[in-house]
Each structure stands twice: as C-alpha cells, then as structure tokens.
C-alpha cells in the first residue's frame, strides 16, 4: 500500500514472506529503493495503510509494535504523526482470528474497516467503527473493549447490525455470513460434517500401552506423525485435532493417508496392516486404542466386533482420519476411539475399517 509523505515523496509497505517490508520513491513513482524490512513485527498477510483526513497516517496490523508476530489475531489500530516513524495507540478491533483488513474515513471523521473472521466456519465479514481519538486513548486502556454487537457468537447464528450499530463507535458488526462449505476440508476439524462428542462415551484411559506382535506378516507399528495442532476458530479455542503429516499411509494395499487426529494420540504408534483386517496378540498388558467409524457412520464399521471383545467408546469427539477420492469429506469418514486395556495372551482381531493404536 501507498501513501504520500509530507515531502513529497511516496512512501509504500509490502506484504512479505517476514512479514511487512518498505520502499521509497522520491521521483513520483519512476524508482524505487529495494524492499527492505521494517520494524512492525508482523505475520506474513495483509495490514491497512491511509492517510486520514487529519493528516495522520492509519495503520491496522495484527498485534503490538514490538515482540513477535502473534498470526492472524489481534487485529489493531495505529496512529502516526510523523508519517510513519514512531505510532501511538493500539485500539483492539478483534483479538480473534481475523484478517484482510480494508477500510475508508467519512467526511465526519469516522473510520470503518471490514475484515473477515473465521474464515473456514464463520465466514463472517465484520466490520468495526471508530474516530482517531479512540486510536489514541487504546494505549491508556486497562482492558480491551468488549464487543458492541452481542449477536456475534463464535458457533451459533449472528443478528444482523442494527442503525444504531451503523452510526456509532462499534467492534464485530456482521456485515455478511457466507454459507458455502469449506473445500478444504482436510484443514479442519470437520464440525461442518457436525462430529459427534461422543459423550455418551468413557473417559480416555490412561497408562501405559501394551505390547502388541502382529499376526500377519509384513504388519508392523509407524509412529503417528503430527507436526502441528491446529487451532479451530475462535482463536485459542483448541480443537484437539492434529493434522497428520504428508505421507503417512493408513494401510499397506491402498493410498489412502492419513489426514487428522485427535491431539492425544500424537507420537503414538499404530498397526500398518491391509485394508479390511487386523489382528494382534498381546504380549505385555497395557491399555489398546482402535480407530474405526461408528457402526451409524460406515457398513464398514469394526465397532460391533470390538465390543464383543470388551472395547468401549472413548469419550473423544469424531475425527476425519482420512479423505475420500477428490480429498473429499463426508459423514462416513468420521472416524471414533475405542479402547480397552488388555492381559498378556489376549487377542485382537477385526474385520472392517480399523486402526490398532498404541
């Protein structure tokens, strides 16, 4: 974006890989000075630069001046008199997950910026309004402002701006609400497919796990490989899921890999067998996990078989353990935890979709 300095000159900042970047031109645009970083610790993605009616220059960026880039949340306002040397300020516009700000100034003074919130569920266009002097007196705040508009709610259905929210100083005003589903699917936690909680199931057992051989030859443990959790919208509100690393097949006879899984069961190992059928005998005692769809989810389902062998539901909501043909993502490849701690000599075996975890 670009603005024109006092001086004449034109003064423009990048979004790059480190974050925001500056350069110069002193000709009316014919050359510029190499991009070059500049001290607003920032993630990599887009920030709002204008100059206002008043002759300060508008910067909305995520997070403060200093320390850090804190992602795609705490979104912010700042003021500069000096065209972009020191800022004063800080107003909270959303501490969520937000970004692509944009924004224009009234004749009155009053500022608006749209930007979008939770993209891959919400999908909410907010909008937040505000004069300079609330820029101003942020930093003296004791606590961020809380939302105005109180149809805004994280998971459920928000009420749409009033006249009154249209005309006043007011944070998280809905603007629109898109209703598509999210093709990328494989970076959720697939509540648009609505997971069940599985409430109704026990608690997770803990302990050490068991010792398990494989019956059938070839079959052997891989670690689950999960290098990030990932943070389902509203910021810092875990999903408990963890996104699978690339390449990790979920059986020996097809191509099928493994997509997400639940937080708790990263840096364990599963049972690497053929589609269809697994068995294992237990040869030191410990607690045994088996992934499979419920029996409502899939025909395929080894749920029955495995509470005849004593397995019960954990109590661990429904995960996309993998993708269907197109890394598409429907109902049936939810998948659900069962568990069941098991003696020296025990076996265990199942036809259907399964996953033995240790």
Same mark, same amino acid.
């Given at each position: 974006?670009?603005?024109?300095?006092?001086?004449?000159?034109?003064?423009?900042?990048?979004?790059?890989?480190?974050?925001?970047?500056?350069?110069?031109?002193?000709?009316?645009?014919?050359?510029?000075?190499?991009?070059?970083?500049?001290?607003?610790?920032?993630?990599?993605?887009?920030?709002?630069?204008?100059?206002?009616?008043?002759?300060?220059?508008?910067?909305?960026?995520?997070?403060?001046?200093? =320390?850090?880039?804190?992602?795609?949340?705490?979104?912010?306002?700042?003021?500069? %008199? #000096? %065209?972009?040397?020191?800022?004063?300020?800080?107003?909270?516009?959303?501490?969520?997950?937000?970004?692509?700000?944009?924004?224009?100034?009234?004749? %009155?003074?009053?500022?608006?910026?749209?930007?979008?919130?939770?993209?891959?569920?919400?999908?909410?266009?907010?909008?937040?309004?505000?004069?300079?002097?609330?820029?101003?007196?942020?930093?003296?705040?004791?606590?961020?402002?809380?939302?105005?508009?109180?149809?805004?709610?994280?998971?459920?259905?928000?009420?749409?701006?009033?006249?009154?929210?249209?005309?006043?100083?007011?944070?998280?005003?809905?603007?629109?609400?898109?209703?598509?589903?999210?093709?990328?699917?494989?970076?959720?936690?697939?509540?648009?497919?609505?997971?069940?909680?599985?409430?109704? =199931?026990?608690?997770?057992?803990?302990?050490?796990?068991?010792?398990?051989?494989?019956?059938?030859?070839?079959?052997?443990?891989?670690?689950?490989?999960?290098?990030?959790?990932?943070?389902?919208?509203?910021?810092?509100?875990?999903?408990?899921?963890?996104?699978?690393?690339?390449?990790?097949?979920?059986?020996?006879?097809?191509?099928?890999?493994?997509?997400?899984?639940?937080?708790?069961?990263?840096?364990?190992?599963?049972?690497?067998?053929?589609?269809?059928?697994?068995?294992?005998?237990?040869?030191?005692?410990?607690?045994?996990?088996?992934?499979?769809?419920?029996?409502?989810?899939?025909? #395929?389902?080894?749920?029955?078989?495995?509470?005849?062998?004593?397995?019960?539901?954990?109590?661990?909501?429904?995960?996309?353990?993998?993708?269907?043909?197109? %890394?598409?993502?429907?109902?049936?490849?939810?998948?659900?935890?069962?568990?069941?701690?098991?003696?020296? =000599?025990?076996?265990?075996?199942?036809?259907?979709?399964?996953?033995?975890?240790?």
């Amino acid at each position: 974006m670009i603005v024109e300095r006092r001086d004449g000159s034109l003064w423009m900042l990048v979004r790059t890989n480190y974050g925001i970047g500056e350069s110069v031109s002193r000709d009316q645009g014919r050359t510029w000075t190499p991009v070059a970083p500049t001290t607003l610790p920032h993630t990599p993605t887009r920030f709002y630069l204008r100059r206002l009616v008043s002759g300060r220059l508008l910067l909305v960026k995520h997070g403060p001046l200093t =320390g850090k880039p804190v992602g795609r949340k705490q979104l912010m306002a700042y003021l500069s %008199d #000096d %065209d972009g040397r020191t800022w004063q300020g800080g107003l909270m516009l959303d501490e969520r997950s937000s970004s692509y700000p944009d924004g224009t100034q009234s004749a %009155d003074g009053t500022i608006r910026v749209i930007y979008d919130h939770d993209r891959f569920d919400a999908k909410h266009i907010l909008l937040a309004t505000f004069r300079e002097a609330d820029v101003l007196a942020a930093a003296a705040r004791a606590s961020q402002p809380e939302p105005d508009h109180q149809g805004i709610q994280d998971y459920g259905d928000p009420a749409p701006a009033t006249p009154a929210a249209r005309s006043a100083t007011r944070f998280r005003v809905l603007i629109n609400a898109a209703t598509g589903v999210n093709p990328r699917a494989w970076l959720k936690d697939a509540r648009f497919l609505r997971p069940s909680a599985n409430e109704d =199931g026990q608690p997770l057992l803990r302990g050490p796990g068991a010792t398990l051989e494989p019956v059938t030859g070839g079959d052997e443990f891989r670690p689950l490989v999960a290098p990030a959790e990932f943070l389902s919208p509203p910021q810092d509100t875990p999903s408990g899921v963890c996104v699978a690393q690339t390449g990790q097949k979920l059986w020996r006879d097809r191509p099928t890999e493994l997509n997400v899984m639940p937080a708790a069961f990263a840096g364990r190992s599963y049972l690497l067998t053929y589609s269809g059928h697994a068995a294992a005998v237990c040869r030191s005692g410990g607690v045994v996990y088996v992934f499979t769809p419920a029996a409502g989810r899939h025909a #395929d389902s080894a749920e029955d078989s495995l509470r005849a062998q004593g397995f019960g539901k954990a109590a661990v909501r429904e995960f996309l353990l993998h993708l269907g043909p197109g %890394d598409r993502a429907t109902a049936e490849h939810l998948w659900t935890v069962f568990q069941k701690k098991i003696s020296p =000599g025990e076996r265990i075996e199942f036809q259907g979709l399964g996953l033995i975890v240790l």
